[in-house]
């Protein structure tokens, strides 16, 4: 959104826009998937009800720009499908790779390409490698492991570890 961003409790500025460009599963359209999502039970709010007027992108797999900034996008291995954001600005490079599981030769290949001389990765490490091996095969995530093999292929400058197992406690965390 642009303009100052609202105080809880009061409608963003008159005339906002907020535009929403994502990946759409298969016979649906981002506007159905999230407006599934972000209403009750999922969510207190619809999101039909934001103060200001939404627009939805269903994306196709062309890059595109917003304020000078290139989008491309990766189709990544997840059971309901998932895509990679790379964002390039004023040879600048972050790609945002989550809910992705590693382990498809070709995809990891691809998403190593992707990435490549990215300044920032900011990627899926749900797991630990023997949580991953014993219990998770399929879930669509992936590992720190995984993510620190991505990044060095890569020759990623910065590896962001994003998406963590919701059960893991702080201190395994830091342990991690």
Known sequence: MRGEPPCEGHSPPKGTTLRIHGFAPAGKTVRSTLEQFVSPPYFPVRLAGAPATVEYVDLDGSPFEIDGIRVSTLPLNHP???????????????????????????????LAEFCRGADHLIYDATYVPSEYESLRKGWGHSTWYAAVAIARAAAVENLVLFHHHPDHTDAELERI
């Open 80 to 110: 309901d499908g998932c895509i990679a954001y790379r964002l390039d600005r004023a040879g600048r490079r972050t790609v945002f790779a989550t809910d992705h599981e590693h382990g498809d030769p070709e995809v990891d290949a691809a």
